[in-house]
């Protein structure tokens, strides 16, 4: 079905050129929004956050089983953030070479010593996925990554079926346009914040985000906000520097802000070293862990979705260790893992080096960062590897075999961009979000789902990284 709308509309230049002219307006009516460059900071100019002309083809079995595996993965990370022992473990070699990972870690043994304060645990994440095509055709899901903080877009993507809807019927399209599907992630985080702040058991505090200095994307971050509102459920935005100047902890370890009660901490800053702008930075961090607030994620689950954990996951019998009983969840898991290979020192890590420098496009190399454009292709490994083969620096990056989907075609609007039809690549993610009290999962779903397309000349990088751009699936 998708195909067929490729042959027969994208090839009719002033049916697109209409079509995009279209699409840009109803992006802004729907609410498809972000800050212009020039002036991240401020509302007063915005624009249409880059989106596909056409929604790309998906197939629908692969479709479900990304939204059917995705409360065993909210489950897999709430039991590794709990399992003190396996953190240790799995990140004793990264954190002797990576400071940024080591200096979360010692937040992380600090909170253990001094004994977590709050029993509630608020997950939100998403997992994102490419189609692996074989030389037979068939397409398999496989795990690019799984973002425990910070995972954006749950907000825009709420908005954007309506706008794929609206253009396939002004296309002449009404039967596809029907078979968009609802996609409302904003209201499913926000349930699962609603819930949390319902368990902090205050009604005058707050839910605090947790911002970056330069943000483009808040209209991402306001449709949840919006839906806490909604709730009568207060919400207030603070950089680290709020929190360094105005930020404190009474006898009970109750987090204040701006004199504010603060019952959720939902970062969308701090995962990246160039967040941490101080010292103070790093000490609000410690702060805030330490206080009686909720955080999303907090220290422990920050640290369970490092690329670390994710190849230590792929040995044989970890997971199993994590669901002892349920072999269907983890042959669900197990069946979207790409190969995983360490760096570690020692003859497993020198095969890996050999593999990698033997065939560098066969592979991805990946150091522990988050947020887009980190990874490393091509003859870019040979240069890096090369360089490091023999050095424990090697065990800051895992090794991943390079994911192969299909191409599909569509046009990527862009402000100013040019109307020129692409090769894309697309990442299909699902949204979990869990609740946890003490023992007790109050809440694990998947909440939805995202899907970024790009152009198949970009290796890395996301919608925020300006390299991808927002897309629907349209089943096949």
């Known amino acids: 079905m998708g195909e067929k709308i490729l042959d027969e509309v994208m090839i009719n230049s002033a049916l697109v050129k209409e079509l995009a002219d279209v699409a840009k307006d109803e992006a802004l009516l729907q609410g498809v929004l972000m800050r212009i460059q020039e002036s991240p900071n401020s509302s007063e100019l915005v624009t249409y956050a880059p989106f596909t002309l056409f929604p790309s083809p998906v197939p629908k079995a692969i479709f479900l089983q990304s939204l059917e595996v995705q409360p065993h993965f909210n489950t897999l990370v709430d039991k590794i953030s709990q399992d003190t022992d396996f953190l240790q473990e799995a990140l004793a070699n990264t954190i002797e070479v990576d400071d940024f990972t080591a200096r979360l870690f010692r937040i992380h043994q600090k909170i253990l010593e001094e004994g977590r304060s709050q029993e509630i645990v608020l997950g939100l994440n998403r997992s994102d996925y490419m189609l692996d095509q074989s030389g037979d055709g068939a397409s398999a899901l496989k795990q690019i990554e799984i973002n425990t903080f910070a995972a954006s877009f749950g907000g825009l993507s709420s908005r954007t079926p309506a706008v794929h809807r609206h253009i396939l019927k002004v296309a002449g399209r009404p039967e596809e346009s029907r ?11 926000a349930r699962a914040v609603a819930k949390t702040w319902e368990l902090y058991g205050s009604e005058r505090a707050f839910v605090m985000f947790l911002v970056e200095e330069v943000q483009r994307n808040i209209f991402d971050q306001r449709y949840i906000e919006s839906e806490l509102w909604r709730r009568n459920i207060p919400t207030i935005r603070k950089r680290f520097d709020d929190v360094c100047r105005s930020g404190s902890l009474d006898q009970d370890k109750r987090l204040f802000v701006d004199g504010k009660e603060i019952a959720v901490v939902y970062f969308r800053n701090g995962y990246m070293p160039q967040n941490y ?13 330490r206080s009686r607030a909720v955080k999303c994620p907090d220290i422990s689950t920050h640290l369970a979705g490092t690329k670390k954990v994710q190849q230590v996951l792929a040995r044989p019998g970890v997971v199993e260790k994590f669901f002892p009983d349920q072999p269907e969840a983890v042959k669900q898991i197990r069946a979207t893992f790409a190969g995983l290979y360490t760096l570690d020192m020692g003859p497993e890590g020198d095969h890996t080096v050999e593999m990698a420098l033997a065939d560098p496009d066969r592979y991805v190399l990946k150091p522990q960062r988050e947020g887009g454009g980190n990874n490393i292709y091509g003859a870019e490994i040979r240069q890096v590897l ?24 569509n046009y990527l609007l862009r402000r100013d961009g040019p109307l020129t039809i692409n090769n894309c690549l697309s990442e299909l993610g699902a ?7 003490g023992a007790d999962m109050v809440m694990n779903e998947c909440v939805g789902h995202l899907l970024r397309t790009k152009s198949s000349e970009h290796s890395d990088g996301g919608v925020a990284a300006g390299v991808a751009v927002l897309d629907n699936p349209l089943l096949v």
């Open 277 to 289: 702008t101080s010292e103070q930075c790093w000490d609000a961090r410690l702060m805030m862990e």
């Open 179 to 189: 078979q968009i599907l609802d996609n409302n992630p904003a209201a499913g985080l």
């Open 386 to 409: 090369e360089g490091l083969k023999d050095a424990t620096q090697r065990t800051a990056y895992i090794l991943m075999d390079k994911i192969n989907p299909a191409p599909v075609q």
């Open 431 to 437: 949204f979990g979000a869990y609740v946890r009290h």
